[in-house]
């Protein structure tokens, strides 16, 4: 089956410094990426739709500027957290849309947790 | 190890009939359950989650879930299904910690 493989898997960091999360789609061209973040015991909070070669769309009250996101090619797309924060402390999972046959399919990378000291 | 199985890849109801999608976790402590929905070309959508409160959930546009220990389910159902609810729909675990883990999905389909 489709996979979507996310690195790193965990993440610690200063605060101040950027870290880059990348989410490949290993078998198929995805056209579409998201991104979400997740609180422990909370669902995941959509943070922006990634499509290739275009800006990325992002949810209301998601800054642009503190989440960067890069749909370079139809195979990689990456979050970069800018000036991380404490508050940024958080579980980021991507998930990759491939569409054949006349159905779209969601694949889930297995997430990164991101711990901000 | 937390897992998350799905059965059925795909199921196929008819407008107006029950709707039920079956989903089975493991884990080793007490899980939060969590029903999304995914329509094309958009991103998941929260239909309902389980948090140890009340077994029986109620999520947006007539879904409910039931969570039952005994058998380590948390099943998705509506009464009455609608064109609209044909969609994806993933079931996902979390136990209270910052990994969740998503079952592979089950496609609706609704027909008229």
């Known amino acids: 089956g489709a996979v979507v493989s996310q690195h790193p898997s965990w993440v610690i960091c200063k605060s101040g410094t950027s870290v880059k999360i990348e989410c490949r789609s290993l078998?198929?061209?995805?056209?579409?990426m998201f991104w979400y973040r997740q609180f422990p015991k909370q669902s995941l909070m959509l943070m922006a739709t990634s499509n290739e070669g275009s800006k990325a769309t992002y949810e209301q009250g998601v800054e642009k500027d503190k989440f960067l996101i890069n749909h370079a090619s139809l195979t990689l797309s990456t979050l970069t957290v800018t000036s991380a924060h404490p508050e940024d402390s958080s579980f980021y999972i991507c998930?990759?849309?491939?569409?054949?046959?006349?159905?779209?399919?969601?694949?889930f990378g297995s997430g990164t947790q991101l711990s901000v000291l | 190890a937390q897992s998350v199985t799905q059965l059925g890849s795909h199921v196929s109801v008819s407008e107006g009939a029950l709707v039920l999608l079956r989903c089975n976790y493991s884990?080793?402590?007490?899980?939060?359950l969590f029903w999304y929905v995914q329509y094309p070309n958009q991103g998941l959508q929260l239909l309902l989650k389980?948090?140890?409160?009340?077994?029986l959930v109620k999520g947006i546009n007539g879904f409910e879930a039931e969570y039952k220990k005994s058998e380590t389910s948390f099943h998705l159902t509506k009464p009455s299904a609608h064109m609209s609810d044909a969609a994806e729909y993933f079931c996902a675990v979390n136990t209270g910690g910052f990994k969740t883990i998503f079952g592979a999905g089950t496609r609706l389909f609704v027909k008229a």
């Open positions: 389980y948090t140890s409160a009340a077994t």
């Open positions: 078998d198929f061209q995805a056209t579409t």
């Open positions: 998930s990759a849309s491939f569409s054949g046959g006349g159905n779209e399919k969601l694949f």
């Open positions: 884990s080793s402590v007490p899980p939060y």
